[in-house]
């Protein structure tokens, strides 16, 4: 019996080969598409999940409070972890991390290489899971100069040696590190990420500063005991920087925040969880993913309907010999969950081909698993859903023909299918045209920000860090890069231009008020840097050599009662005075208590963008102090060709500092890496549009040629009457192209409420403009014209006497 059903239905799958074949590859598109969106999002949702530990581990996130809001930052103070531990009892373990990635220069015999890690206590083996295939945890930093490094670390220093363990390799050409482990690579979707470990005790020495409760610096890990609350731990967390600091005026809060939102719910607004971040994605490309599936099984309900009256004899027989309705309606669903498994295997190919390709849009290294369980359920699952959502409007309908009206030969009445037909080809192409809508704004949004007035020039601009003895050689390094013709300046500073750096809320002048605590960013820079960054100056002059600080060997001024000259913004000297703030001295803590240093305004700057690309930045004041920089920057000549600049810059940079490889950043390129999941949606967009787009058309296709061939005889009278073939075409085409424009009126409204409440996400955001529904709508138009318009062309130059020969 299941033997004959199941030939009934590949019988009936081959008539219909056309119908079949787009049935199957519209299913195939939709699926192939969904499950790598589907691939993504549980690579996210995923994220940290190796670690055993997960749900006890937290990092300490800290409120600090200013006028008009509240920042939220990762940074602690240096001796937070150690106390923490010590002074509440829930908090089992604590580790202290530097911050940011530090990349140094390793020598492995005669061979330099750069790696980028952490200084770390060894508390964070125990703590996160980091599986050691080399040496273990306990001796992992045993001694000071220790090195940990992952797998592909390993084979980067040492190529295919088995065993590294006791290898010795060349710190920034300065000191010896011993090899003490080897850890199996982190997966890519893990929030800690490094080439290398070295022990804490480096860092903490060689940085005085970090030693105290004023200076937030470090990444502070904390491990709770398992069945401990975390309300209760951020009670005792909420005032205990102010009463370790000892300072009643001290106005920020720490809290606990778990590594299960790290990821996907890492977005505060004024000190708040917002419960945004990367999880919008998330939601954003599964319903997107759902409605792809939505739209390929809209094609098969099309299809299926539309040659109902083709189907109807076979119906009308089946039910004279006995088939009841319910085995009829079985037959229909066989054959929609056999189309489905047909599309679910293409998909499986189609997903195989796309992956590379999906892989370097996402920048991630995603695979099918299909030796996962999950994902041949997950498979599985699509795949009945897609049948039973596909067949079942075609076998309710199909199944209720009437066998007497069907074998007498009267028409049937087909109104109320074809109304829904008609009313799925409308959501179809409303899908589309929406997705076609948010493509385009996100497009503009996107190019809206990058084409902003930054405030600063980033092209032909190159960042370096100060290596070896590039400090100590600038003025030399200066001149002979502009004796090569290819640089018009350099100049030095502490931090990176485009994204945030170390700030402060206790510079006062006169006149502010005493309760008032604003967040102010400080750079220190060497004179060059206002002119070669392309900083404007509204007011006031640039720096000069005599404005720079001498520096003594406590990190302060050698003559700490000096008045120091200073450059500041133009929003910190509207929050001055309400007039020139030019020769106004402004105080900020020293080094010892009850010390300040006074420091004149003798420049403003106007405002430029940096971190938040899409909002306002903060006040920004400017030291001239070279000699505790950082970072060299070069300023090309426009004229300059790129390659031969890049080699000059080489040729002095090895004659200088030969113990360095050469290595550079173009600020541009930074600035672009800022918009990475802005351009990632932007990109998705347009992929999963045209994909919509191919899907819809697969079926716009089926349901003109059945119109043509439903036609044949009435298009050959009206040839054989005198009617033209762009006549008879403008027919066939004018319902469905009737049908696309009532998908505009439906689609223009809700694509502007969906895409109104995604700028509102933005403080810098583009306005809606009209025209962007008009060029949606006369895409979609010219897109569904240009699919009707094959079979309506191929029916009109038809010859009529083939299609009249029986009459």
């Known amino acids: 019996m299941l033997h004959i059903f199941f030939k009934t239905i590949f019988r009936n799958l081959r008539k219909n080969k056309t119908y079949s074949f787009l049935n199957i590859f519209g299913l195939a598109t939709g ?205 005792k967390l909420y005032d205990y920087i102010r009463q370790k600091q000892q300072s009643e005026q001290s106005v920020v809060h720490a809290f606990l925040f778990s590594m299960n939102d790290w990821h996907l719910y890492d977005q505060f607004d004024n000190g708040n969880l917002t419960g945004g971040g990367q999880i919008q994605y998330v939601r954003l490309f599964t319903i997107i993913a759902w409605i792809i599936l939505f739209v390929a099984c809209i094609n098969f309900m099309n299809l299926a309907t539309a040659r109902s009256e083709k189907r109807a004899r076979e119906i009308g027989v089946r039910k004279v010999l006995g088939s009841g309705r319910k085995r009829l309606i079985g037959q229909f669903m066989g054959e929609a969950l056999c189309m489905a498994a047909f599309a679910a295997a293409v998909s499986v190919i189609l997903m195989s081909l796309a992956l590379p390709a999906f892989n370097a849009l996402v920048q991630k290294d995603l695979s099918l698993g299909l030796h996962h369980p999950v994902h041949i359920g997950a498979l599985l699952f699509v795949t009945l859903i897609c049948g039973l959502l596909a067949g079942s409007y075609p076998s309710l309908y199909l199944s209720s023909f009437n066998p007497v009206f069907v074998l007498k030969g009267i028409k049937l009445k087909t109104g109320s299918a074809a109304f829904i037909r008609k009313g799925l080809v409308v959501a179809q192409f409303t899908v589309s045209i929406v997705l076609i809508i948010g493509t385009i704004i996100i497009y503009r949004q996107i190019q809206h920000v990058k084409t902003r007035n930054l405030g600063f020039n980033k092209d032909n601009l190159l960042q370096m860090r100060l290596q070896g003895d590039m400090l100590k050689n600038f003025s030399a390094i200066k001149y002979d890069l502009i004796a090569t013709g290819a640089i018009e300046n350099a100049a030095l500073a502490d931090h990176e231009t485009i994204y945030d750096g170390n700030n402060t809320g206790n510079i006062t002048w006169p006149g502010k008020d005493p309760n008032s605590n604003i967040l102010i960013s400080q750079r220190l820079v060497s004179p060059e840097f206002i002119s070669v960054t392309g900083m404007h100056i509204n007011e006031g002059r640039d720096f000069r050599s005599t404005d720079v600080v001498e520096m003594g060997n406590d990190f302060g001024p050698k003559y700490p009662d000096r008045l120091f000259n200073i450059i500041i913004t133009e929003s910190l000297a509207k929050l001055i005075t309400r007039g020139s703030a030019l020769g106004i001295v402004l105080q900020v803590p020293g080094q010892r208590e009850n010390q300040h240093y006074n420091l004149k305004v003798t420049g403003v700057v106007a405002d430029y963008v940096y971190g938040n690309m899409y909002g306002k930045s903060d006040p920004v004041i400017f030291y001239c102090i070279p000699q505790v920089t950082s970072l060299l920057y070069l300023r090309t000549k426009v004229q300059a060709n790129t390659e031969q600049a890049l080699a000059k810059i080489e040729a002095v940079m090895k004659k200088h500092n030969p113990a360095y490889p050469f290595e550079y950043r173009f600020v541009d390129d930074q600035f672009n890496q800022m918009f990475i999941n802005e351009m990632l949606i932007s990109r998705l967009s347009q992929v999963f549009a045209a994909l919509t787009i191919i899907i819809s058309c697969l079926g716009l296709f089926g349901l003109a040629a059945y119109t043509a061939e439903r036609r044949t005889k009435e298009i050959g009278i009206r040839k054989v009457l005198g009617a033209s073939v762009s006549g008879i075409a403008g027919l066939l085409s004018k319902d469905f192209l009737q049908l696309v424009l009532l998908s505009c009126i439906v689609a223009f409204p809700f694509a502007w409420w969906i895409m109104t409440n995604w700028l509102q996400g933005y403080a810098y955001r583009i306005d809606i403009d009209w025209w962007i529904f008009l060029a949606a709508g006369a895409l979609a138009m010219l897109i569904a014209l240009f699919t009707i318009s094959f079979q309506a062309i191929k029916a009109a130059v038809a010859n009529p006497v083939k299609s009249l020969r029986t009459e």
Request: aromatic fraction near 14%; charged fraction near 20%; glycine fraction near 6%.
């Open 31 to 235: 699926i192939a598409c969904a499950g790598l969106i589907f691939l993504w999002v549980e690579d996210e949702v995923n994220y940290d999940s190796f670690n055993a530990k997960k749900d006890e581990l937290y990092i300490i996130r800290v409120n600090q409070l200013y006028d008009t809001y509240a920042a939220t930052f990762s940074s602690t103070p240096g001796v937070m972890g150690p106390a923490l531990q010590e002074d509440i009892p829930e908090i089992v373990n604590a580790c202290r991390v530097t911050e940011d990635q530090t990349s140094l220069l390793f020598t492995i015999g005669d061979k330099p290489v750069y790696a980028s890690g952490k200084y770390a206590e060894s508390s964070l083996f125990s703590m996160f899971t980091l599986p050691f295939v080399q040496g273990n945890a306990k001796r992992a930093f045993s001694q000071l100069h220790s090195l940990v490094i992952t797998e592909k670390t390993a084979k980067k220093f040492f190529g295919n040696e088995n065993n590294v363990l006791g290898k010795t390799v060349r710190v920034d050409n300065k000191q010896n590190y011993v090899v003490t482990g080897v850890l199996k690579d982190l997966p890519e979707n893990s929030s800690l990420k490094f080439e290398w470990l070295s022990p804490f005790d480096i860092f903490y020495q060689q940085s005085p500063w970090a030693q105290t409760w004023g200076n937030f610096c470090l990444n502070t890990y904390v491990e709770l005991r398992p069945g401990s609350n975390p309300t209760s731990v951020n009670k």
